[in-house]
T-cell receptor
Framework: ETGVTQSPTHLIKTRGQQVTLRCSSQ?????VSWYQQALGQGPQFIFQ???????GRGNFPPRFSGLQFPNYSSELNVNALELDDSALYLC???????????????FGPGTRLLVL | DQQVKQNSPSLSVQEGRISILNCDYT??????FLWYKKYPAEGPTFLIS?????DKNEDGRFTVFLNKSAKHLSLHIVPSQPGDSAVYFC????????????FGTGTRLTIIP
């Protein structure tokens, strides 16, 4: 039990649609990161949010965007869905205060998105 | 361009024996390395890490070895237990605390009772 939950667990969308994935972190976890894990691949870093601001981004186009809220929840939004967006989307959060490294990052179970 | 590679998609080991999982990287800017374990329907969980200033880090049954000159690291699990059956990911970072982790493709470890 990591204290990080994601919803929905599974989702099917059509190419060109938009999708919002949600993540709820533990209280005090001010840093949240999102990863995309395609089938047979390792997770790929999408972006990180810290105190509601984007704080680093991987090689993903602007149609991938995010929001972080004061209640330790966050969202990943993907516009104009493409077939290659089919993947498991993981969020991970960690406390930022003190000497907390990335090892203290807890992953949620993920949302599996299928784009048809 | 796969900067972190795990060339063995799967590995089977007898219970009680040593499991050795390997990982290679190409980016010399990486200076912090982590191993994660993932069960089905769960997110990855952190196992053990190593900084580039060390060549070995041990935590119970788990030991990670780093060979910087070869850009190679390995995870040793001894003795292997059935609960160790999972997918193991190697990940690398350019700085401690940096969540921009680059993951390998994973190795599925099966422990045979």
């Amino acid at each position: 039990e990591t204290g990080v939950t994601q919803s929905p667990t599974h989702l099917i969308k059509t190419r060109g649609q938009q999708v919002t994935l949600r993540c709820s972190s533990q209280s005090g976890h001010n840093t949240v990161s999102w990863y995309q894990q395609a089938l047979g691949q390792g997770p790929q870093f999408i972006f990180q949010y810290y105190r509601e601001e984007e704080n680093g981004r991987g090689n993903f186009p602007p149609r991938f965007s995010g929001l972080q809220f004061p209640n330790y929840s966050s969202e990943l939004n993907v516009n104009a869905l493409e077939l290659d967006d089919s993947a498991l989307y993981l969020c991970a959060s960690r406390p930022t205060s003190g000497a907390h490294g990335v090892e203290t990052q807890y992953f949620g179970p993920g949302t599996r998105l299928l784009v048809l | 361009d796969q900067q972190v590679k795990q060339n063995s998609p799967s590995l089977s080991v007898q219970e009680g024996r040593i499991s050795i999982l390997n990982c290679d990287y190409t980016n010399s800017m990486f200076d912090y390395f982590l191993w994660y374990k993932k069960y089905p329907a769960e997110g990855p969980t952190f196992l053990i890490s190593i900084s580039s200033i060390k060549d070995k880090n041990e935590d119970g049954r788990f030991t990670v070895f780093l060979n910087k000159s070869a850009k190679h690291l390995s995870l040793h699990i001894v003795p292997s237990q059935p609960g160790d059956s999972a997918v193991y990911f190697c990940a690398a970072s350019a700085a401690f605390g940096n969540e921009k982790l680059t993951f390998g493709t994973g190795t599925r470890l099966t422990i045979i009772p």
